[in-house]
């Protein structure tokens, strides 16, 4: 039975059931700008090559660390496209499966 996460769940005949996680959506739990030139993005299931929206438009050329839980974008906040007020980011991993729609108030 397919779950709307992404969960992936098998009943066998015998010996207990399967689970199957398949690709895990990408969530966005925080995020904060220094100020000066780092954007930091907290969450998970990010993967190895994430690709980061900001107000739409790609900005993973300026990211300077990423792992499955954090990314550091770096740039001032007009390279980045960051304006005063509300900013939209976005997370899409490798497999094209995009986060949650998180804004950061600047």
């Not at 792992?67 to 094209?96: E, Y």
Request: no cysteine; proline share 4%; charged share 20%.
């Amino acid at each position: 039975t397919a779950q709307e996460s992404g969960l992936i769940q098998v009943a066998t005949y015998g010996r207990g059931a399967f689970e199957f996680a398949g690709n895990q959506r990408p969530v966005i739990e925080s995020a904060t700008f220094d100020g000066k030139k780092k954007l930091k993005i907290a969450g998970s299931a990010f993967g190895e090559a994430p690709e980061v929206l900001i107000n739409g438009v790609d900005k993973s050329g300026k990211i300077t660390f990423n792992s499955d839980s954090s990314i550091t974008v770096k740039g001032k906040s007009n390279k980045l496209g960051l304006a005063p007020g509300d900013n939209i980011l976005q997370v899409i991993t490798p497999d094209g499966i995009s986060s949650n729609v998180f804004t950061i108030t600047l």
